[in-house]
């Protein structure tokens, strides 16, 4: 470790500065400096190439274990110790979580607020079993961007979504639209979200009537009733919108549509689904 610090700022300072400070030998550094790289020197050049590519693959938000899923399914030959060890040499590191919960001010319409029939299940045996739903809100330049979205909890995938200026019952409804057309008219679904005045709104349990959707809501004030779809808003914005100033609602629509629909949707690995993303896992069970 003390020679290869040499060699990288020998540009800087005299190599018989550094090997006086470091207390090695010049002709010790010299001989290393010439000698053939060892076996496993060229292995982890060559394997540290792939784990940067997939890395920065990610948007810089795999941490070591998605990573080495990455390799793995590319036919690589390593083990997850492996990986971390030279994520850490090159200094590659997943953005950290951060959680922020948007408030809702309006009144809840409905007289009696169903009950929690998700009970905080996350698995479901089957497709279009259980969906969760909730939006959250974005800043730009010219002010909030709201988003919803509905998840499947069978394969983890967002079938639908929508974004607006506004915070209604018109952008959560518009959500279970594009879920409904895209799945088909559901059979037998659970539908869970928060107590929000937008999910209790006479539009919206409209339409999940139209549709013999039952309805199941969150505790007042528990987040972790609906922890799944805080888990994926939480990985939108640690993976994708915080790092970004948006000038324009349009900027930030076009940037949160690329991040459901080309990465986490068809590439992005999810541990509660083997490490595949939700279109292949979906693939694998003859759904897409």
Known sequence: MKFAFIAKHRAIWPVAWLCDALGVSRSGFHAWLNRSPS??????EELGGKVKASFMASDRTYGARRVWRDLLADGADCGLHQ????????????????????KDSGDRQLETVPANLLDRQFAAARPNQKWIADFTYLWTAEGWLYVAAVIDLFSRR????SMSAAMTAQLVTDALLMAVWRRGKPDAL???????????????????ADHGIVCSMSRSG???????MESFFSSLKTERTESKTYRTRDEARADVFDYIERFYNTTRRHSTIGYLSPVEFERKVGLA
């Open 222 to 228: 528990n987040v972790w009733d609906n922890a799944a």
């Open 158 to 161: 967002v079938v639908g979504w």
């Open 39 to 44: 076996a496993r020197s060229r292995s982890d």
């Open 83 to 102: 990986i971390e060890r030279l994520m850490r040499l090159q200094g590659l590191r997943a953005r950290p979580r951060r959680r922020r919960l948007p």
């Open 190 to 208: 659970l539908h869970h979200s928060d107590q929000g005045s937008q999910y209790t709104s006479e539009q919206f349990q409209r339409l999940m």
